[in-house]
């Protein structure tokens, strides 16, 4: 689907390049950041099946490559996602289309989640409905502040069933409900001050801040922000008493990594751990 420009262009300073694109998504990949930019602004970013087809592969990519550290999900104009594109849900389209498309969009949210690296969300516009919920989905979401987030379904006579599943798990119950029962957006403080969007920022600087995060996790051990990443969404289904337990497993193993071992023994001896990234 992707067409490849420029692939495992390997420079002096040893720094991986990759290029990737097709009529909706954009993907550059530099020194272990992965870009991928939503890009159908006609559809006003719209989850079509390509569009989340594309994000998948995009998502999934090369993700065992330990040289890759970190995705940035962006995209082009002032819509980040319009959510899912209506046409491809009119009563004209068979049921099993219908399931498809859900069937895909969970598939497009279960990639991010599972994902070995973090995935931020880089919003600079409205991110609606499906939208959202890919935005509530990411592990970190940077905003600028002129975005603005809602889930408006129940305008239309469809309840934003599916993204009040990731709404519901960023921010409290009442917050969620008011989103979708009313459809009204939460302007980018409102996102912040409910715990939907990590940070706002003025949108000149919301590049600067996202390769910050970046830079940030790119100093950790990759296997251990991978562990970790993976625990967190373990455990936060669990009851606090299983939880723990789970915990308590994945401390050991943490433990007896060669990067637990060499974050210790580099703390122990005053020095910059050299990270294994295995």
């Known amino acids: 689907m992707f067409c490849i420009i420029q692939k495992n262009i390997i420079r002096p300073s040893s720094i991986l390049t990759r290029h990737m694109h097709n009529q909706y998504v954009l993907m550059q990949e530099n020194n272990g950041t992965r870009e991928i930019t ?38 082009k104009g002032n819509v980040f996602s319009a959510g899912h594109n209506l046409k491809e849900l009119q009563i004209s389209s068979d049921l099993e289309k219908q399931k498809l498309i859900f069937q895909k969009a969970t598939e497009l949210m279960t990639s991010i989640i599972q994902s070995p690296v973090p995935v931020i969300a880089k919003v600079n516009g409205f991110a609606a409905a499906a939208g959202c919920q890919l935005v509530a989905t ?10 603005k987030f809602s ?36 302007s980018a403080q409102e996102a912040y001050e409910s715990g939907l969007v990590t940070k706002v920022v003025p949108a ?17 051990s990759r296997s251990v922000i991978s562990l970790g990443k993976e625990f967190f969404y373990k455990q936060i289904g669990l009851n606090v008493i299983d939880a723990y337990r789970l915990g308590e497993e994945i401390m050991v193993k943490n433990i007896n990594s060669l990067d637990g071992q060499e974050g210790i023994n580099s703390f122990v001896e005053k020095r910059k751990a050299v990270w294994n990234h295995k």
Request: one cysteine or more; a neutral charge.
């Open 151 to 186: 889930t408006p379904g129940a305008n239309f006579g469809i309840f934003c069933s599916t993204p009040g599943i990731a709404i519901g798990r960023s921010v409290p119950k009442s917050r969620a409900m008011y989103m979708l029962l009313t459809g009204e957006p939460l």
């Open 138 to 147: 990411c592990d970190i979401i940077i905003c600028s502040d002129k975005s």
């Open 204 to 220: 000149e600087k919301l590049d600067s801040e996202v390769n910050e995060t970046v830079e940030q996790i790119k100093r950790k």
């Open 38 to 75: 939503l890009n159908h602004e006609k559809t006003k970013n719209s989850l079509s099946l390509d569009m989340m087809n594309s994000l998948i592969e995009a998502l999934n990519l090369n993700k065992g490559d330990t040289s890759l550290r970190a995705i940035v999900l962006s995209a």
